[in-house]
């Protein structure tokens, strides 16, 4: 293996980083918060720095997707191995670790979050120790789902995350944070269930010969349940465009979209975010609602073609709701912080708009977006938290005139709302044009309705700018300092980002083009051949 | 040396970037740099000497049409078909382009010099260079721009920056409320500008425009679809350059400073609809253009209709800008396409000129607006006034102005196209608004400066505006007059202006052009789309069609007859009423009541949409919220006590039935045992008498076998 630190593979270093962390934070005396705090920091920066390594070693012009050859910074060992487990067979489950042009953005994505994250997190006054023990768990399980490919590794990762996030929100959130985190644990746990479900479908479907013994063995490999010669004949999900791969598609399609949020299924997102502390939010948004959507592309698509297929209209439909409704609520809410979180629940409508279109814009689009939003969404929870640390209230009416009063925060807060809105020169704009543009080619009403989503966007958020930042400053807030040297430190690279992405998303889009295309190719390749065929 | 050709594109980024420089500078250092005020000014001026550099070299010595920069943005690689997907980009210089970029800088360092004196004192003052240098930048970029991604783009930017300086006493309540309404308008406009480029790229898969046009023109984009293709940009035009039925917010606008509604709100932003579509012409059908026209002639109706009433002088110069915006789309619409940008530019210099003299005015009477509390300052403002009315000629139309040209070209144009199409409605707008617009700003020049001083506090304190607000006028009202555009003061065909800006051929399908156009297409061509892609773009010396240059030039004098006897009236009715006082405006108000206030509260736009648009949309998204939190989160959370319920149920039939069954067997079995253990008397003679019981009773039993 050529991309090695201390003879383990980069991959495994950006994933177990935190959990080093984390068990040094374990190991620091109750009462010294401040190393806890570094320690997380130091976590994160050296995650970034491997986050760095990884993007200048990136070599674009590989595919990945389904082909293992094609992946980078591959780590391929056995994990578990159940010898003649009864009718079973033999159990084989790998620590298979690679990356692609897809899962690249969400590594970068993820290490960044999880550092400003932490910044964010520099003012929790509450257990400390078991604050920064999840938080770093946490950054874990979703490194890990963005780097598995295995799928029962992959559906390890998926519930490691749960836990810290059931508990960070439980413990360190607002109010109602109980309820919240409860019905965040068993919303998702609903989704894992059905992942779960049809994990087990296709590792009873899908069998290849094992390199050492020549048997046949049932497997975990997901590139491997890619491969329609993979399944047996005549098993649940083997054969093509039938009834049970059609229920498959479905249940792990709710699985997904559960995290994204797709509507119905967005209720806890609101909830969870409100009662969440600003670094949970940041999280959740920024990085955990991509994960649904990365579940699609890379689990859900490229394994049910044929359905992916099939469902592309409807899927696209529900972008469309996702954008416009949810727009719709954020402009109803009073709470800054609920409209974000409805905000949110409009942009990744775009995602899924982008992706279903399985074209190379809409899905280069898609995935930029998702890239995007976590990093504007982020400013976005970021610029709510400032305000309600200071003030203690988020309702959008409390406000006014804070533009004079917190002339930094109010700059800051002009390039994230602007971001949000798609203005261009700003990151978001590249990649809704690009989803659009996509969409407008397979869908061409759907992508027009959808579009009212970029007025209703502009309409809310200048609504929520007006009202909290213009107008005149009531008296009560006459003493709120403007932002502070660590909460720059944590906008100013998100910033940077942002802007930056805005006038080159080649930077980005260049390392992803080459998977995505080949996924949009495999897609239409595998799907159409498998319906062709019946 | 660079070759000339690239020298102009170098100096062109130079000109583009160095607002934007101005901008950074002025955002993250601006308290700290000395006289920061200087510097963006001066960084203005440099631009403008590079502009009127590359217009020279371009328009009057350079043989290529147009010089092209294009670099590759985005791209998106391929699929194994071959299929790729790049996105091209660039900046380009042709004529046109080339005198917006004069205008443009001229305009905005103008502006940039007379607010050293306006607003000098302000709370925000090196915020506001820095937005006039981001709204400059974004302005030059719509300009130099070759595809139609980076107009819009830009477009969006203008857009940002004109919300930002609109705000700029964002204080007020008014003003954070107009800078919202004008960004929120022109993104409904936006999204139609929007869907267009959607299709625009679906069906040719490029933004440039040079792309575009060769596709259409080898019949790859072309009925119906072309036609509402052209009509969704346009509707990008119709929000920025505030065109009926979008033009409601522009006259909010004027709540920012007075030099922004010169620059942005009068002679430069508001144009970039105008300018949009000039850049987009070749492939409006006859149908999209025919749309155009009527958009822009109702909207100069309107809006003369209404600055006839008003009383707040930055109102009245805001509707103004609107009708005249409508006189100028109404122009390309019905194929006067030199004479629109003619107008484009005549009217940015006495457009600009109106409202920084206005702000002078403003300025003289302690941002007083209403003309109703002034009048008499043409002795205390000469400067001022005699500007002002050296505008108010131009826009009116008068001889020897610049506006006289160029209105009375687009006026040629209607009247050639109402006689051509039989469209008489077009035509007789124009001419009547011709009235009107004499009528109205005259009705303003008297109010202001003439008479009596309606307020005399005030009138005492006011004088002549400093220099550097004087010198602008004066640079502008120079710039108003005939011999900067043609010497001859009578017929524009003889100035340099009409023979740089000729209108580009047209690539759309023969059937889809307007009927006169079809005559001189050639014969063979007539019937078939894929021919037009034979004739090579730009060898045509003659686009215009001969038929309608003779009709033009039959109609000339009636028309010009027309339209001048109209100016003439109008401001002849103006001084009657207003200043002779021959017709008492009160009674006739009272006359007409009705109408006037019909037409003093706008036609009811605003209620119109106030009660529709926001109060649906509004009152949507409250329902939906209900919907989201009652039902859907209603579902959930019934879930959640349906199991809850369910579980406890269960608890209790366990508690209950399954448990107590067990518990049931354990008591019963105890009971039993209480029962036996009475046989249990640890006496031996009871044991004996049991056993004998035993013994009977098995003797018995197995008696029988």
């Known amino acids: ?534 | 040396m660079f070759p000339i050709d690239s020298t102009l594109i170098h100096l062109a980024i130079a000109v583009l970037i160095l607002p934007l420089v101005g901008f950074v500078l002025l955002i993250f250092f601006g308290k700290r740099i000395p006289r920061q005020d200087l510097l963006e000014t001066g960084i203005l001026f440099l631009a403008l000497a590079f502009s009127i550099y590359i217009m020279v070299q371009k328009v009057f010595f350079l043989t290529e049409p147009r010089i092209d920069f294009t670099f590759r943005w985005i791209d998106l690689g391929g699929l194994f078909g071959g299929k790729t997907f790049p996105i091209d980009l660039g900046i380009a210089i042709d004529n046109i382009t080339a005198i917006m970029l004069v205008v443009v800088t001229l305009i905005s360092s103008l502006v940039h010099l007379f607010s050293l004196g306006y607003m000098h004192d302000d709370i925000r003052y090196s915020r506001y260079y820095a937005y006039l240098g981001l709204f400059t930048f974004s302005m030059l970029g719509i300009v130099l721009s070759n595809n139609i991604l980076m107009v819009y783009v830009f477009w969006e930017l203008v857009g940002l920056s004109s919300y930002l300086l609109i705000g700029h006493w964002y204080e007020k309540k008014s003003a954070s409320d107009a800078g919202k309404k004008a960004f929120i308008v022109n993104r409904v406009g936006d999204i139609g500008f929007f869907v267009g480029i959607l299709i625009i790229y679906t069906s040719l898969h490029t933004f440039l425009f040079t792309g575009i046009f060769s596709g259409i023109a080898q019949g790859q984009l072309s009925g119906s679809l072309l036609t509402i293709a052209g009509i969704l940009i346009f509707c990008g035009a119709v929000g920025k350059s505030a065109q009926f039925p979008l033009h409601v917010w522009l006259p909010d606008a004027m709540e920012g400073p007075t030099p922004v509604s010169a620059l942005i709100h009068a002679a430069t932003m508001v144009a970039a609809g105008v300018y949009l579509i000039a850049r987009v012409y070749p492939m409006l059908t006859a149908g999209a253009l025919t749309v155009i026209a009527y958009i822009g002639a109702i909207t100069a109706f309107i809006s003369a209709t209404i600055a006839i009433t008003q009383n707040d002088i930055k109102k009245v110069l805001a509707y103004s800008t609107i009708s005249q915006l409508g006189y100028m789309v109404m122009g390309l619409g019905v194929g006067a396409f030199s004479a629109g940008v003619f107008h484009l530019v005549t009217h940015a210099a006495f457009k600009a000129g109106l409202f920084l003299a206005s702000g002078s005015v403003i300025y003289a009477m302690h941002h007083e607006q209403d003309m109703r509390q002034m009048g008499g300052l043409r002795k205390k403002m000469p400067i001022t006034y005699w500007a002002f009315v050296i505008f108010s000629l131009s826009i009116s139309g008068i001889p020897f102005t610049s506006g006289f040209l160029s209105k009375d070209s687009i006026l040629a144009g209607s009247f050639a196209y109402g006689v051509l199409t039989g469209n008489i409605l077009i035509p007789i707008i124009g001419y009547s608004v011709v009235f009107l617009t004499a009528f109205y700003m005259f009705r303003l020049i008297i109010m202001t400066f003439h008479g009596e001083p309606r307020d005399h506090h005030k009138y005492e304190h006011a004088k002549e505006s400093p220099a550097v607000m004087t010198i602008p006028l004066i640079v502008l009202a120079a710039l108003s007059l005939f011999v900067f555009y043609s010497f001859n003061p009578f017929n524009p065909e003889q100035g340099w202006f009409l023979h740089s800006v000729v209108q580009p051929e047209t690539v759309v399908p023969v059937a889809q052009r307007y009927v006169w156009e079809q005559a001189a297409a050639p014969q063979d061509t007539l019937n078939s789309a894929a021919a037009v892609s034979m004739v090579p773009a730009g060898v045509s010396p003659e686009p215009v069609s001969p038929v309608y240059q003779e009709v033009m030039e039959e109609t000339h004098y009636t028309g010009l007859a027309i339209s001048l006897t109209l100016a003439v009236l109008g401001l002849l009715a103006a001084f009657v009423v207003y200043d002779w006082k021959k017709i008492d405006a009160e009674k006739l108000k009272q006359r007409v009541k009705p109408i006037h206030t019909f037409l003093y509260n706008k036609w009811y736009f605003d209620e119109l949409y106030g009660a529709t648009a926001v109060a649906g949309t509004l009152a949507l998204s409250k329902a939906l919220a209900w919907f989201d939190g009652h039902v859907i989160d209603g579902t959930v959370n019934g879930a959640a006590t349906l199991t809850r319920l369910w579980s406890s149920l269960s608890g209790s039939f366990d508690h209950y039935v399954v448990d107590g069954l067990v518990n049931f067997s354990g008591w019963f079995t105890g009971l039993l045992g209480r029962g036996a253990r009475k046989a249990q008397t640890g006496k031996v003679q009871t044991y004996i008498v049991f056993a004998l019981l035993g013994v009977i009773i098995i003797f018995f039993a197995f008696r029988s076998f």
């Open chain 1, 1 to 534: 293996m050529q991309y090695q630190f201390l003879g383990i593979g980069y991959l495994t270093w950006i994933t177990f980083l935190p959990i080093l962390g984390m068990i040094v934070v374990l190991l620091i005396p109750r009462a010294n918060t401040n190393a806890m705090k570094w320690t997380a920091l130091g976590a994160t920066i050296l995650q970034l720095v491997f986050a760095a390594l990884i993007w200048v070693n990136f070599n674009p012009a590989l595919t990945g997707i389904n082909d293992v050859s094609k992946f980078q910074f591959v780590e391929q060992t056995t994990w578990i191995n159940l010898q003649g487990a009864g009718w079973f067979g033999h159990v084989v489950v790998q620590y298979f670790l690679g990356i692609d042009g897809l899962s690249l953005p969400m590594v970068i994505l993820t290490s960044l979050i999880s550092f400003v994250g932490v910044i964010a997190s520099w003012n929790i006054n509450k257990a400390q120790k078991g604050y920064f023990a999840l938080y770093l768990l946490l950054d874990t399980g979703m490194m890990g789902v963005f780097v598995a490919l295995d799928m029962f590794l992959f559906y390890v990762f998926w519930e490691i995350m749960l836990l810290p996030m059931y508990f960070l929100i439980g413990i360190w959130g607002g109010p109602r944070r109980e309820y919240a985190a409860i019905k965040f644990f068993l919303y998702t746990l609903f989704g894992s269930v059905l992942i779960l479900l049809v994990m087990l479908g296709l590792y009873f479907s899908v069998s290849i010969k094992d390199p050492v013994t020549g048997q046949m063995t049932h497997t975990f490999n997901m590139l491997a349940m890619m491969n329609p010669a993979n399944y047996d004949p005549n098993s649940l999900l083997g054969g093509i465009g039938t009834y049970w791969r059609d229920v498959a598609f479905i249940a792990l399609f709710i699985g997904f979209a559960i995290k994204v949020p797709i509507f119905p299924f967005h209720t806890w997102l609101p909830d969870a975010h409100v009662e969440a502390p600003t670094a949970i939010s940041v999280i959740l948004a920024g990085v955990l609602l991509k994960m649904g959507t990365y579940g699609f592309l890379r689990i859900s698509f490229p394994i049910f073609p044929d359905a992916m297929l099939k469902y592309a209209f409807p899927l696209a439909i529900l972008g469309f709701i996702n954008i416009v409704y949810g727009a719709l609520c954020a402009m109803a809410q009073t709470d800054f912080k609920k409209m974000i979180a409805y905000s949110s629940i409009s942009h990744m409508g775009v995602v899924l708009l982008g992706i279903a279109a399985m074209n190379t814009q809409g899905v280069s689009g898609g995935v930029l977006q998702m890239f995007n939003h976590g990093v504007v969404t982020a400013m976005l929870f970021l610029v709510v938290g400032v305000i309600y640390d200071r003030a203690h209230t988020r309702g959008l009416d409390d406000f006014g005139g804070l533009a004079n009063q917190m002339p930094v925060y109010t700059g800051i807060m002009t390039v994230a709302f602007f971001a949000a809105i798609g203005l261009p020169g700003l990151s978001e704009f590249v990649s809704e044009m690009l989803s659009y543009l996509g969409a407008f080619q397979t869908f061409q009403w759907v992508a027009i309705f959808a579009s009212i989503g970029i007025l209703l966007t502009a309409g809310y958020m200048l609504w929520a700018l007006q009202r909290v930042f213009l107008g005149q400053l009531p008296e009560k807030w006459k003493g709120l300092p403007d932002v502070n040297g660590r909460e720059l430190v944590a906008f100013v690279p998100l910033m940077i980002v942002v802007i930056l992405l805005g006038i080159f998303p080649s930077i980005l889009l260049h390392p992803m083009n080459a998977s995505l295309n080949h996924l949009v190719d495999f897609v239409h390749k595998v799907g159409t051949g498998l319906s062709a065929a019946k």
